[in-house]
């Protein structure tokens, strides 16, 4: 019998950020980027949540989180989205200052890595509302590996007055 090979899919999730232009229409089209990705599949993705903005003044955000199903390694799961960030016309200028797009990186599967570009789970995730509430929303079970606590208790920990459902 003749199997055909499948490379390994593993499930990631990420979480998506803007503040600057047409934050709804920039989200989605990122989204559909990363669908048009060789090797990235959209799993499953969650509302979109108006959300005060963390560090310098600016205007509020607009954040929402996606689980994707992946053939490819963490690494290139980065490459590729920043070169989605640059598509959309990010400029790297202020510590956490305002942006049209970001993306991060925020789980792959149960792995735990300390890389100098890249640090998995992303390091401030559990202490950050703007994406514990979309992520709770579609992945609430999801169990961080550091902590070994699941995103639905992570949640509780956290204010999330000034997360709002669009
Ligand atoms: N899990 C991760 N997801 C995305 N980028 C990461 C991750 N870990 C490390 N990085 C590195 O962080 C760099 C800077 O990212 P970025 O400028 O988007 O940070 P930021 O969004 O301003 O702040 P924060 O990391 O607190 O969200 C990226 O070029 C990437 O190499
Ligand atoms: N509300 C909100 N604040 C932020 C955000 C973000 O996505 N949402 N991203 C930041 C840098 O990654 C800094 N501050």
Redesign the pocket.
């Known amino acids: 019998m003749l199997l055909k090979y499948h490379p390994q899919t593993v499930k990631a999730a990420i979480s998506l950020g803007s503040n600057l232009g047409n934050c709804q229409a920039t989200l989605a089209g990122a989204l559909t980027a990363l669908e048009q990705t060789s090797g990235i599949t959209i799993q499953t993705q969650s509302s979109w949540y108006q959300t005060k903005a963390i560090g310098p003044t600016q205007p509020d955000y607009l954040n929402g989180c996606a689980t994707l199903l992946v053939e490819i390694s963490p690494q290139a799961l ?1 490459e590729n ?2 070169t989605i960030e640059q598509q959309f016309g990010r400029v ?1 200028q202020e ?2 200052g305002p942006r049209t797009l ?1 993306l ?3 789980l792959y599967d149960d792995l735990i890595l300390h890389e100098p ?4 789970p ?1 390091p ?1 995730m559990a202490e950050r509302a703007f994406v514990l509430v979309p992520l709770a929303e579609i992945a609430p079970n999801w169990r961080d590996p550091i902590s070994k606590r699941i995103i639905q208790d992570l949640l509780l920990e956290v204010d999330t007055c000034d997360v709002h459902l669009l």
């Open positions: 980065l989205l920043l790297r510590h956490w970001d991060d990186l925020l570009n890249l640090q998995i992303h401030r």
